[in-house]
């Protein structure tokens, strides 16, 4: 799904995420006046409301601004380096993420789950 520089108004992150195919242009678009609104970012809002797979964000994003991305949930205490100091990673933001990522683990579990439903009662 490819977006024209000249006819979308979509840039950064947002083109990015249509350009992928993770989400289509018109919900960007409607997210981000959504998300301005509500005052909170974009990926926030994709990923509370929309119910976007953060991890398919997280990878765009990377891509699109040429860092790199790294998943917290490898880091094993044994393996840090000597006097890093794990303890002040803050866990209240790192149990926000996983509830947004759990949340919409499970909203897509039960979007698929209703197709399917739908599809059995179809056939």
Same mark, same amino acid.
């Given at each position: 799904? %490819? @977006?024209? $520089?000249?006819?979308?108004?979509?840039? !950064? /992150?947002?083109?990015? *995420? #249509?350009?992928?195919?993770?989400? =289509?242009?018109?919900?960007?678009?409607? %997210? @981000?006046? $959504?998300?301005?609104?509500?005052?909170? !970012? /974009?990926?926030?809002? *994709? #990923?509370?409301?929309?119910?976007? =797979?953060?991890?398919?964000?997280?990878? %765009?994003?990377?891509?699109?601004?040429?860092?790199?991305?790294?998943?917290?949930?490898? *880091?094993?205490?044994?393996?840090?380096?000597?006097?890093?100091?794990?303890?002040?990673?803050?866990?209240?933001?790192?149990?926000?993420?996983?509830?947004?990522?759990?949340?919409?683990?499970?909203?897509?579990?039960?979007?698929?789950?209703?197709?399917?439903?739908?599809?059995?009662?179809?056939?």
């Amino acid at each position: 799904m %490819a @977006v024209s $520089a000249t006819t979308s108004p979509l840039a !950064g /992150l947002s083109r990015r *995420l #249509v350009q992928d195919g993770i989400i =289509d242009e018109e919900t960007v678009l409607t %997210a @981000v006046k $959504a998300a301005r609104k509500m005052k909170i !970012g /974009l990926v926030p809002y *994709l #990923v509370t409301e929309i119910k976007a =797979d953060p991890r398919q964000i997280a990878i %765009a994003a990377s891509h699109e601004f040429g860092v790199p991305l790294m998943d917290i949930e490898v *880091l094993d205490r044994v393996d840090a380096a000597p006097g890093l100091e794990l303890d002040l990673i803050d866990r209240g933001k790192i149990s926000r993420v996983r509830y947004a990522e759990e949340q919409a683990f499970a909203a897509h579990h039960e979007r698929q789950r209703l197709v399917l439903a739908d599809q059995f009662l179809i056939d």
